[in-house]
T-cell receptor
Framework: SAVISQKPSRDICQRGTSLTIQCQVDSQVTMMFWYRQQPGQSLTLIATANQGSEATYESGFVIDKFPISRPNLTFSTLTVSNMSPEDSSIYLC????????????FGPGTRLTVL | GNSVTQMEGPVTLSEEAFLTINCTYTATGYPSLFWYVQYPGEGLQLLLKATKADDKGSNKGFEATYRKETTSFHLEKGSVQVSDSAVYFCALSDPGGGGADGLTFGKGTHLIIQP
């Protein structure tokens, strides 16, 4: 499986500010997925980021709130903009499935707390 | 659209008890099915997978069989240990169904094993 790292691992932010989360993968992948895990909840897909094109957002998520960059095939960032306490979650990145099963592996996550 | 339904937790068992965590799914295509586990304070790990009907995924004493006729993928273990205490997520991947290539997760089942 790919080695996936995220920065920061955790942060505490003030309402109204923005935080950019970085995801680095040790192999080249076409698609990168960003998920959110709210406290005590399951994972929800935020968007899919393809290198060289705009990210595709799932229902309920918009680019203005969660802008994504994908400058190359091993790196992506997710920004949580104009944060509110409701954005307190763990944010995880996951590269596209490594085989026909589309099994996906996850980064360690970024635990965000918004005060 | 795709969805995953799994039994509500927490599920509390004594050590060496038999475990079943139910999972059923709805998908438009022919999905791959997964169980992920999240140990306290750790990231999400792939536990096992199955890609077609009647496949059995297994790992660490856990098993799950892909039942297309009942659209189920129940997780079982014959004798649980305290170290199995974690949150378990059932998930599916259905890229051929026209939806996102990311995973659709169930809400998670918190398993507590008492000595």
């Amino acid at each position: 499986s790919a080695v996936i790292s995220q920065k920061p691992s955790r942060d505490i932010c003030q309402r109204g500010t923005s935080l950019t989360i970085q995801c680095q993968v040790d192999s080249q992948v076409t698609m990168m997925f960003w998920y959110r895990q709210q406290p005590g909840q399951s994972l929800t897909l935020i968007a899919t980021a393809n290198q060289g094109s705009e990210a595709t957002y799932e229902s309920g998520f918009v680019i203005d709130k969660f802008p994504i960059s994908r400058p190359n095939l091993t790196f992506s960032t997710l920004t949580v903009s104009n944060m509110s306490p409701e954005d307190s979650s763990i944010y995880l990145c996951s590269p596209e499935g490594v085989n026909a099963y589309n099994e996906q592996f996850f980064g360690p996550g970024t635990r965000l707390t918004v005060l | 659209g795709n969805s995953v339904t799994q039994m509500e937790g927490p599920v509390t068992l004594s050590e060496e008890a038999f475990l079943t965590i139910n999972c059923t799914y709805t998908a438009t295509g022919y999905p791959s099915l997964f169980w992920y586990v999240q140990y306290p304070g750790e990231g999400l790990q792939l536990l096992l997978k199955a890609t077609k009907a009647d496949d059995k995924g297994s790992n660490k004493g856990f098993e799950a069989t892909y039942r297309k006729e009942t659209t189920s993928f129940h997780l079982e273990k014959g004798s649980v240990q305290v170290s199995d205490s974690a949150v378990y997520f059932c998930a599916l991947s259905d890229p051929g169904g026209g939806g996102a290539d990311g995973l659709t997760f169930g809400k998670g089942t918190h398993l507590i094993i008492q000595p």
